[in-house]
């Protein structure tokens, strides 16, 4: 008994093989904006979706959110560098944060309690330089106080030794 060749059983699929992270859902599954990572395809890749209709991307390249830079005004400002928003004075309250992007919206709204670079830009989806730059300007835009930690401060003996010992009971 012969075996027909490869395939010649199998029914001719008359679609064209799409990966899977290439399909646009159906019309009325939308994914709600934020429902998935950005790029991940559909609607959220930055372009017109796939089935040829002008969707508006519900993202935006990170080059346009810094307008193409890519190092910010403040070079202290690291992965660990601790942020607050500006607590805004009745007889001074600032700059308005109403005319500002979302995504500074965003990180002023985060800031509200002290919190890392590192951790804005993973709790936002933003790339880790685009945030840097960004909270950059809102420092400069009086929005953000930046602490910078101390690294020319000398390391206390006691509190090293302190620590040390804490390894120590742990392990």
Excluded: K, W
């Amino acid at each position: 008994m012969t075996r027909p060749p490869y395939g010649a059983d199998e029914p001719v699929d008359p679609r064209p093989r799409i990966r899977p992270y290439l399909r646009t859902p159906p019309s009325g599954d939308t994914p709600a904006a934020g429902g998935g990572p950005p790029g991940a395809g559909g609607s959220d890749s930055g372009g017109p979706d796939r089935s040829g209709g002008d969707a508006t991307p519900t993202t935006l390249r990170p080059f346009v959110l810094t307008a193409g830079r890519v190092t910010g005004a403040d070079p202290n400002i690291n992965l660990e560098t601790q942020v607050t928003a500006r607590i805004p004075d009745p007889f001074d309250p600032g700059p308005p944060v109403s005319g500002l992007a979302p995504e500074l919206r965003a990180i002023i709204a985060l800031a509200a309690d002290p919190i890392s670079v590192a951790e804005l830009s993973a709790r936002l989806g933003l790339h880790l330089g685009v945030t840097r730059v960004l909270v950059g300007d809102l420092r400069a835009s009086a929005h953000l106080d930046v602490h910078v930690p101390d690294v020319d401060a000398p390391a206390d003996a006691d509190t090293i030794l302190r620590v040390i010992r804490g390894l120590r009971a742990i392990s």
